[in-house]
């Protein structure tokens, strides 16, 4: 049986950045949304603001790994030959 991927939509990330705020673990949220733990690590890691939130860990922002996500399949595709 093979793996079903999928993107995190924007309302996903919302949820994510929601959670992180409060202080849930990266594993309660990746149980919350149903995916697997390294999801959310590497989510965290693209939407990160560079600052600390206020629990002391680095910040998260939707917003951020939304862009930060878009510019990546911008990015994509066949490079005009040179």
């Given amino acids: 049986m093979g793996r079903v991927y999928k ?3 924007y309302g996903d990330r919302k949820r994510i950045e929601s959670m992180w ?3 849930h673990r990266p594993k309660e949220i990746a149980y919350d949304l149903g995916v697997h733990t390294a999801t959310i690590y590497n989510e965290l890691k693209r ?4 600052a600390d939130d206020h629990n002391q860990r680095p910040a998260y922002s939707a917003d ?3 862009r930060r996500l878009q510019d990546g399949f911008k990015r994509r595709g066949r490079r005009p030959a040179s």
């Fill in 21 to 23: 705020a409060i202080g």
């Fill in 47 to 50: 939407g990160n603001t560079g």
């Fill in 7 to 9: 993107y995190l939509s």
């Fill in 64 to 66: 951020v790994a939304e």
